[in-house]
């Protein structure tokens, strides 16, 4: 099978500093989308620190770890170390975290992985199919069977990269088959574009790359009130 992806990453209409981050590396199959947190330059370094840093981190971890979806989960939490560490050597950055989203393609094989909101879907029969699950005290409260939620329960993350915790990346192994359109994106998108439209774009994209342009104009149209990046991944027939 043969992919075609693009990613965009947009400031969005409200904000100073664009702290979000992708990664596509086709060669090894790892996309990755990122989410930082932390003001003025510190968000954007966790974010870099979650994408890039997620590379070599998953090199290091598959010398010892064979199975795909633990070497995934350990890059993931060696990523979360090296932000900390980074965070605690410079008081300008304390605090600092980062969600993050990765679809890591094997053949047929397929692994999601995600700490945080950032998202993954995929668009199989022209469904749209949530991937990833939120790491926010929203899902948190709508697991437990709450039907009031706590007001700004979905911006209250309650799990990150860089945080005082060792995060339990949420991962997921799935079949992958050709004509699957897989979207990566932050908050910034779901936040300001229904999934019914965000379906309706990645079914109907000629490209990825178009894709990811409309996604984005969406998002700003609607207030683009955060950062917005996207990665679209189309599994060719």
């Known amino acids: 099978m043969h992919n075609s992806a693009s ?37 954007e370094v966790a974010s870099h620190l979650a994408t890039e840093g997620l590379v ?60 945080g909101d950032s998202r993954a879907y ?24 709450a039907t009031t939620l706590f007001p700004g329960a979905e911006h209250i993350l309650t799990m990150v990269l860089g945080g005082e915790t060792l995060p339990e990346p949420y991962t997921d192994v799935l079949e992958v088959e050709p004509g699957d359109r897989y979207l990566l994106c932050s908050d910034g998108l779901t936040g300001m574009v229904e999934e019914s439209t965000i379906r309706t774009v990645v079914q109907t994209a000629a490209s990825a790359e178009d894709g990811c342009r409309v996604l984005v104009e969406l998002a700003n149209r609607n207030g683009g009130r955060d950062n917005i990046t996207v990665v679209l991944v189309f599994v060719e027939r």
Request: aromatic letters at 4%; charged letters at 25%.
């Open 56 to 115: 070599a981190a998953l090199t290091r971890a598959q010398i010892d770890e064979p199975d795909p979806a633990r070497a995934l989960m350990t890059a993931i939490c060696q990523v979360h170390n090296d932000i900390r560490t980074a965070a605690q050597s410079d008081p300008a950055k304390k605090g600092m975290a980062s969600t993050v989203v990765a679809f890591w393609q094997h053949g047929r094989s397929g692994i999601v992985a995600n700490v």
């Open 122 to 145: 995929r668009l199989r029969g022209g469904a749209l199919e949530l991937l990833s699950l939120d790491h926010n005290l929203a899902s948190e409260q709508r697991r437990l069977g």
């Open 7 to 43: 990613g965009l990453t947009d400031l969005g209409r409200r904000r100073e500093n664009n702290e979000d981050a992708f990664l596509i590396d086709a060669a090894e199959g790892l996309y990755v989308v990122a989410d930082g947190v932390g003001g003025h330059a510190a968000g």
